[in-house]
């Protein structure tokens, strides 16, 4: 444990609770994921947990906040590989595609994705959840020169991205899946 005081060691501690926590949350989501699942992951005790995230809502707003930041960068990373201005519309929007199907390979980031707009009856993580999606917006807006038709598109792709991979869509070999995933 780290010595009362250093807020290296606590800020690291909480960087390993969070991503212990995005893969109870991915698995359970918000409601079925208990602390104490979450700190065994970590490899804490549940009060130390408790010290780092004063509760379960805290902490899963900050796997929100998490999970946002690596979307953002992971998406802004792709598409910045090239240039706008030798890009059609049509490629941005394949590139930002591209880029958000390269961050939900990662299924703990997917599925935690899911579980996190199921809990925006919370209301600390219904203004995480938000706050996501905004800044999401500004990225995509940015990257797609504030087309807001490309913009809806990307987002509405990224939905049945997640329904395919959520239901391992690839594995389904049926019409109705072949349609939803495009092959």
Known sequence: MPAPGDSSKSDERKRVVLQAALVCFARKGFYGTT?????????????????????KETLFVGVVELVSGLMNSTVAKHMGESSPSLRTPTEALDAA?????????????????????????????AAAVRSCYAAQVRVVSELLESDEDAIRQWFGAGMLDNIVLALHLSEVDEPWARTLRGK
């Open 35 to 55: 602390t104490h699942e979450i700190a065994r992951q970590a490899g804490i005790s549940q009060p130390y947990l408790y010290r780092l995230f004063a509760n």
């Open 97 to 125: 595609r591209a880029a958000y199907g390269a961050l939900i390979e990662n299924r703990d980031v997917m599925m935690f994705l899911m579980h996190a707009n199921c809990a925006a009856d919370e209301p600390q993580v």
